[in-house]
């Protein structure tokens, strides 16, 4: 599986529209209300971008425009997108990560095989971190989580209603959609999964293989065979 595949996957995957388009027309006579709107639209278009920086999401996310009651939407909205984008940002990241793409290489092979030490803590440690960003995400997405951000701000029942109107899309996410993410981070770990199986073949086999440029060469047929078999379901991920 291609590292672009995989990092597509989970961009594709994370699509968390922030308000609804014809929101601005409908707050448009409250200035505090489009304030927030126009704050939450620009989180929507940095978020949107292929290699947003965190750093500029952080400025959003770290001010609030609004006065009066309504700052305690901004706030609980902000407080929310920065949850769920930096969980987004931190996979994205670990995916982007060029290691990730080097474990099943000559290179990697000749530089730490035959114990594949530092292969097997990375490998690991990846698959850990990206499950715990998978559940860490799937528990954002859910409605009672999204609703506490505001409850934890206020009781107003008019901030409340307009919260919930503006992250109505996020609070409304489809179970299909939760399962869809979850499949995409899954089909990573399943491709950890089967590198770590090869590392291990490795590792059972040490001595009847040797690098010879840039391959692996086995001294057995049954050991060509059982190694292209790993290639194969990493191939058809």
């Given at each position: 599986?291609?590292?672009e595949?995989k990092i597509?996957?989970?961009v594709g995957?994370?699509?968390?529209a922030?308000?609804?388009?014809?929101?601005?027309?409908?707050?448009k006579?409250?200035?505090?209300?489009?304030?927030?709107?126009?704050e939450?639209?620009?989180i929507e278009?940095?978020t949107?971008?292929?290699?947003?920086?965190?750093?500029?999401l952080?400025?959003?996310?770290n001010?609030?425009?609004?006065?009066?009651?309504y700052a305690?939407?901004e706030?609980a909205?902000?407080k929310y997108a920065?949850?769920i984008?930096s969980t987004?940002?931190?996979?994205?990241?670990?995916?982007?990560?060029?290691?990730?793409?080097?474990v099943?290489t000559?290179?990697n092979?000749?530089?730490?095989?035959?114990?594949f030490?530092?292969t097997k803590?990375y490998?690991?440690?990846?698959?850990?971190?990206l499950?715990?960003g998978?559940a860490?995400m799937?528990?954002?997405v859910e409605e009672?989580?999204?609703?506490?951000?505001?409850?934890?701000?206020t009781?107003?029942?008019?901030c409340?209603?307009?919260?919930?109107?503006?992250l109505?899309e996020d609070?409304n996410?489809s179970?299909a959609e939760?399962n869809?993410l979850?499949?995409?981070?899954?089909k990573?770990v399943?491709?950890?999964d089967?590198?770590?199986?090869v590392i291990?073949?490795?590792?059972?086999?040490?001595?009847?293989?040797?690098?010879e440029?840039e391959?692996?060469?086995f001294?057995s047929?049954s050991?060509?065979?059982?190694?292209?078999?790993?290639?194969?379901?990493?191939?058809?991920?």
């Amino acid at each position: 599986m291609k590292k672009e595949a995989k990092i597509a996957i989970i961009v594709g995957a994370i699509v968390l529209a922030l308000i609804l388009v014809g929101g601005y027309l409908f707050f448009k006579d409250n200035k505090e209300k489009i304030k927030i709107v126009e704050e939450f639209q620009k989180i929507e278009t940095l978020t949107n971008q292929e290699n947003f920086k965190k750093e500029e999401l952080d400025e959003i996310t770290n001010r609030t425009l609004a006065t009066g009651k309504y700052a305690s939407v901004e706030k609980a909205g902000k407080k929310y997108a920065n949850d769920i984008f930096s969980t987004a940002y931190e996979l994205k990241t670990l995916l982007e990560d060029e290691k990730m793409s080097q474990v099943l290489t000559a290179s990697n092979y000749q530089e730490d095989g035959p114990e594949f030490v530092e292969t097997k803590k990375y490998l690991s440690e990846t698959k850990q971190k990206l499950e715990a960003g998978k559940a860490q995400m799937l528990a954002c997405v859910e409605e009672d989580k999204i609703n506490s951000y505001i409850t934890n701000e206020t009781t107003d029942e008019a901030c409340i209603a307009l919260y919930k109107q503006l992250l109505s899309e996020d609070i409304n996410m489809s179970e299909a959609e939760k399962n869809e993410l979850a499949t995409s981070i899954d089909k990573v770990v399943s491709m950890l999964d089967i590198e770590m199986e090869v590392i291990d073949f490795l590792i059972a086999n040490k001595g009847k293989w040797q690098i010879e440029g840039e391959q692996v060469s086995f001294y057995s047929n049954s050991l060509v065979q059982q190694y292209n078999g790993f290639l194969t379901r990493l191939r058809i991920l």
